[in-house]
Structures are given as C-alpha cells and as structure tokens.
C-alpha cells in the first residue's frame, strides 16, 4: 500500500502542475488581448454663415451739379465732382439717385418740394469766374472749390451747405499742400475728386449718417499725387 501512494503522490503532482500552468497562460492570454475601442461618428461640418446683405436705411439723397457755363477751366470737371460725390455718399446706407442734367437752385428747390423723403444736394466748382484759368487754360488750383447746399425733403429748407476748398484738403489730419508747379488735367481731377469725397461726408454729418472722422486715411486719391 505504501508503494501505490508513493507512485501516486508523483503522477498527482505533476497532472497538478499542468493545471496550474494551464490557467495562469489563459489568465495571461485574458490580459494581453485589448479591447477594441468603438468607432466615434465624425462630426458632420458645420455650414458657413452667409454674410449679411447691408441693410438700407430710409435715407434718400438726389444729387445734382450746377454747371459753370462761364468757365472752360471748370466746365471740364463737372462729371468728376458729380460721381465723385455720389460715390461716397453710396458708399453709406443710404439710397443715391445722380442727375446727370444741368440742375440750378431753383430747380433743386423745386425738386425738394416735389419730394416726400429725398433730400437734394446741389453741386457747384468754383469760382464762378476770374481767378480761376491758369496757364494754358488749366484751373488755378488754388482757387477751387466745390460748394454744396443740402434742401429738405417737402420744404426745401437748408439742411446743410458749405465749401470744400482744393487748398484745404486734408491727409491723416494733416492739410496736404498743392503743388503750383503740377497743374495738370490729372492732378486736377484727382483734387477735385478727393474735394467731392470730403463735401459728401460733409453732408453725411450733417445728415447724422455718421460722424465725421478726425482722422482720414482711406478715400484718399493724393497718396501718389502729393509724392
């Protein structure tokens, strides 16, 4: 009897053994294999926002230009003050009709009467006459102008008027001397232009479409003409 437990007691080990590492490499095998994380959904790309239209107000200007029939160094001009009004005034929100006709006062006056809601500003170059033919019949810069009268709507009375001069104007809140030695037909009408520009936010703030800025920078054609 003592011989059977003797031989068993090995064989019992051995099969005990092989249990043991049995479980341990499936114990192991548990912890080496990783769980495959869920696939996340890719979030879907927002659409980008449209830019929103710029809004018009109720603010309605007719603009008009008296021509100055008596002068030939002005005369030349005219479409350039015109539209370069007209410009920075639509450059606002407000609605710009432009008269290419010859207007005068009286018949601005009768346009703002005749209107519910636009005012009408009246255009003029000045001088009206003497002063202003320099040489070979190019304007005298110095003396120009643009003038401006701003009539309400349905009465006509003066809302606004005044005078830009060519000799006046300004860059970065700095006035931007005239070159007498560049009179040319160019040089003029970038004056000119820049004139228009500055009686339109004249107008502007006298409308209280904006305040007038103490500094100016852009709308300024004499970057390359004052060099």
């Known amino acids: 009897m003592r011989l059977k437990t003797a031989s068993i007691c090995p ?3 051995l099969i005990l053994l092989a249990l043991c590492a049995s479980a341990v490499a499936a114990q192991s095998g548990r912890r080496s294999a990783k769980a495959i994380p869920a696939a996340t959904p890719s979030p879907e790309p927002t659409p980008a926002e449209k830019a929103k239209p710029k809004e018009k107000s109720n603010l309605v200007i007719s603009v008009g230009l008296e021509r100055n029939t008596f002068s030939t160094a002005t005369f030349g001009y005219t479409g350039i003050v015109l539209y370069g009004c007209a410009d920075r005034l ?3 929100a407000a609605t710009v009709d432009v008269s290419d006709q010859n ?3 009286a018949e601005a006056v009768k346009r703002a009467k005749a209107s519910k809601d636009a005012f009408v500003v009246l255009l003029k170059i000045g001088p009206d006459a003497g ?3 320099g040489t070979y019949g190019n304007p005298n810069l110095t003396d120009l102008y643009v003038e401006y009268v701003v009539f309400s709507p349905t009465t006509a009375k003066v809302a606004a008027s005044g005078r830009v001069y060519v000799g006046s104007l300004r860059k970065g809140g700095v006035s931007v001397p005239i070159n007498p030695g560049r009179s040319s037909v160019m ?3 970038q004056l000119l232009r820049q004139a228009a520009a500055d009686a339109a936010e004249r ?3 006298a409308l209280h479409v904006f305040d007038l800025p103490q500094g100016r920078s852009a709308l300024n054609p004499l970057a390359s003409a004052s060099s």
């Open 11 to 13: 064989l019992f080990l």
């Open 90 to 92: 639509k450059k606002s």
């Open 103 to 105: 207007v005068n006062r």
């Open 131 to 133: 002063g202003v033919e």
């Open 187 to 189: 040089y003029a009408e």
């Open 203 to 205: 107008i502007l703030n």
